[in-house]
Each structure stands twice: as structure tokens, then as C-alpha cells.
């Protein structure tokens, strides 16, 4: 009788014991995910892990990048100081540059800062025998300075520009509607030239100003076909 007693008694101090041990592990489970949380929410742990942030937060530390920051480039900033400021389009720089020299074509125009800070037209124009000038025009007033003769041009420089200007079937305000048309913009450069393959053609430069960026076509100067297409992002 004793003996049934006292295992009745130890299987009780076993359930007993077992509840207990329950109960502790418990409570420790619980400590261990309260202190948990206790360090997803602070900010400076001690050699814990941290959870991944979700996806599309940033990170402290991120840098942002310039295009996101709209930071711009020198050229750029350049551009944005200068084209507003220019009243003058490129094909009027152009018509009163041949006024001044009789019998000219136009070579060349581009819009640059002058020495006095102010936008200005560099202007190059040429007679048939491919004797080329240089032209100052005021891109605020427009009046053309006096002009002045390129004497450094041998005579196989002339020959070449004669031959380019009467190849050259398209005209200036040709090529640049052909870019314009491409690419809505102002133009802040046009230029009779030779490219690579020999062809003559206009190089036109475009300036976007949602982002002052700069494109430039080669337009070939015989039948207005684009013949390269470079955006120079600097």
C-alpha cells in the first residue's frame, strides 16, 4: 500500500515539476521577443542584426544622384546662363552677317559668351572662291560688327571651302528645321563641314531647355539626310 502511494505521489511531483519547467520557458520565450522589438526600435544597437528596410525606402546613407538632385554641369549651367539671354536667332545672325560682306554664303554660326559677359553670334561667311570672314553679331541687338578677313587660309584651305559651299544644296535654315524637327529645342550652333566619309554636310546643335542638354546632327548638305545623332549630356 505504501509503495502504491508513493508512486502515486512521484508521478504528481513529475507533472509538477514538468508545469513548472513550462512555465519558466515560457516566460523566458517572451522576454527573448520583447527585447526583441526592444531592438528593431532602437537606433543604435549593439552587434545585433537589423531587419532589411522595405522595399522602396532609402536608406540614410544614400546618396542621391545628380540627375535626381537636378544638379547641372558646367557646360549646362553655361547654356542656361547664355541662351535666354540671346534675342537674336542663329539665322538672323546669319542674314545680317552676309549684308555685311558682299557676295557671301554662310559657313558658320555660333552662339558664344563675349568678352564684355553678354551672348554673341561667331559668325563665318565665305565668297565663291572660298575666301572666308569672320563676323561678330550681337545676340541682343543683332548688329553685326565690322568684319574681319581670315588671312591664315592657304590657297588649298579656299579650294576646299569652295567645293563645300557649291556642293552644298541645302542651306543653313534647311538643315536646322531638319534638326528642330527632331529634336524641339533652340539652336545654338550651325556649321558647314566635312565629316568622316568625306560627304559635306551641317552640323546642327540643339539645346533642350527642360535639361540643357545638347544634340548635335550631322544633316548631309546634298539631300537633308541625317547622318549622325550625338546628345552630349555634360
Known amino acids: 500500500m505504501d509503495t502504491k502511494r508513493r508512486g502515486m505521489l512521484a508521478r504528481r511531483n513529475r507533472t509538477a515539476e514538468l508545469r513548472a519547467a513550462g512555465a519558466v520557458c515560457a516566460l523566458a520565450l517572451a522576454g527573448g521577443l520583447l527585447a526583441g522589438c526592444g531592438d528593431d526600435n532602437s537606433s543604435g544597437g549593439d552587434g545585433g542584426t ?10 540614410a546613407g544614400a546618396t542621391a544622384s545628380p540627375g535626381a538632385t537636378g544638379k547641372l554641369t558646367a557646360d549646362q549651367a553655361e547654356r542656361k546662363a547664355l541662351i535666354p539671354k540671346a534675342k537674336i536667332t542663329y539665322d538672323k545672325a546669319l542674314s545680317a552677317a552676309t549684308a555685311a560682306v558682299s557676295g557671301s554664303k554662310p559657313v558658320k554660326a555660333e552662339l558664344k559668351k563675349g568678352m564684355d559677359g553678354k551672348p554673341e553670334w561667331e559668325t563665318e561667311v565665305a565668297t565663291s572662291d572660298g575666301a572666308k570672314s569672320e563676323v561678330i553679331v550681337d545676340a541682343v541687338s543683332g548688329k553685326a560688327a565690322k568684319p574681319r578677313t581670315d588671312t591664315d587660309a592657304d590657297s588649298e584651305d579656299k579650294q576646299k571651302l569652295a567645293a563645300r559651299l557649291k556642293k552644298a544644296t541645302v542651306t543653313a535654315q534647311d538643315a536646322a528645321k531638319v534638326a528642330t524637327d527632331k529634336k ?11 565629316n568622316d566619309q568625306g560627304k559635306v554636310i551641317w552640323s546642327v546643335d540643339v539645346v533642350t531647355t527642360n535639361d540643357w542638354n545638347k544634340t548635335t546632327y550631322d544633316i548631309d548638305a546634298t539631300n537633308k539626310k541625317v547622318l549622325r545623332t550625338h546628345v552630349d549630356k555634360d
Open 50 to 59: 537589423s531587419s532589411p528596410p522595405a522595399s522602396g525606402s532609402k536608406s
Open 184 to 194: 524641339k529645342g533652340t539652336v545654338s550652333s550651325v556649321e558647314l563641314d566635312d
